[in-house]
Structures are given as structure tokens and as C-alpha cells.
């Protein structure tokens, strides 16, 4: 069983900076995609980036150039640096973790992410 645990959300300013990490326990044998969520109160849960085990990404349209995802496979630890960050950022942020090969998911626990003056 996979569990995934997330930090480094918290209250920042317009156009600060903030890292999110999320490290998946235990011992990790398949090949598999992580990503980051995020969901807004009232609204549906979208995705913001994503990362493949080759270091291939996606990412949202509205975080493009502001955000940058990466992972470590040593430590089956995923990062989302966020920079510029807008008002519009603020919602709670979910680490995902996609097993390939039988397109299992497991989710975190989810992270407050609030940017405000």
C-alpha cells in the first residue's frame, strides 16, 4: 500500500514563492506518473502538473512559465515550485501518484495554498 504525504503549503504575498513536496513510502517497484491537483472551494479538482518516471511534463495553461515540477526517483519524491504566485492560485493542493500498469491512483492528503496581501 502506497501513502503519500505532502508539505510546504502555507500563506504567502502575491508574486512570492512556495515549494510543495510530497514523498511516497515504502518501497516502489513500477513504473509510475505523478502529479500535482489543485481544487478551489466550489469548483472541480483540475490538474496543474504532471511528471512521467522519464522526467517527460505537462502542465496547466494558467501556471506556464510560474510553476516547475520535478521529481527525485531516489527518495519517490515529487516538488512543485511555484513562483509569481497570483490570488487565483489559492486552493488546496493534492499530490497524485499513477501506477502505469494497472492505472491505480493513490492521493495526499491535500495542502492549503492561500496567496493573499
Known amino acids: 500500500q502506497v501513502q503519500l504525504t505532502e508539505s510546504g503549503g502555507g500563506l504567502v504575498q502575491p508574486g512570492g514563492s512556495l515549494v510543495l513536496s510530497c514523498a511516497a513510502s515504502?518501497?516502489?517497484?513500477?513504473?509510475?506518473?505523478m502529479g500535482w491537483y489543485r481544487q478551489a472551494p466550489g469548483t472541480q479538482r483540475e490538474l496543474v502538473a504532471a511528471?512521467?518516471?522519464?522526467?517527460?511534463?505537462n502542465y496547466a495553461d494558467s501556471v506556464k512559465g510560474r510553476f516547475t515540477i520535478s521529481r527525485d526517483n531516489a527518495k519517490n519524491t515529487v516538488y512543485l515550485r511555484m513562483n509569481s504566485l497570483k490570488p487565483e492560485d489559492t486552493a488546496v493542493y493534492y499530490c497524485?501518484?499513477?501506477?502505469?500498469?494497472?492505472?491505480?491512483?493513490?492521493w495526499g492528503q491535500g495542502t492549503q495554498v492561500i496567496v493573499s496581501s
Open positions: 497524485n501518484l499513477l501506477i502505469i500498469a494497472t492505472s491505480k491512483g493513490y
Open positions: 515504502g518501497s516502489i517497484f513500477s513504473i509510475y506518473t
Open positions: 511528471i512521467t518516471s522519464g522526467g517527460s511534463t
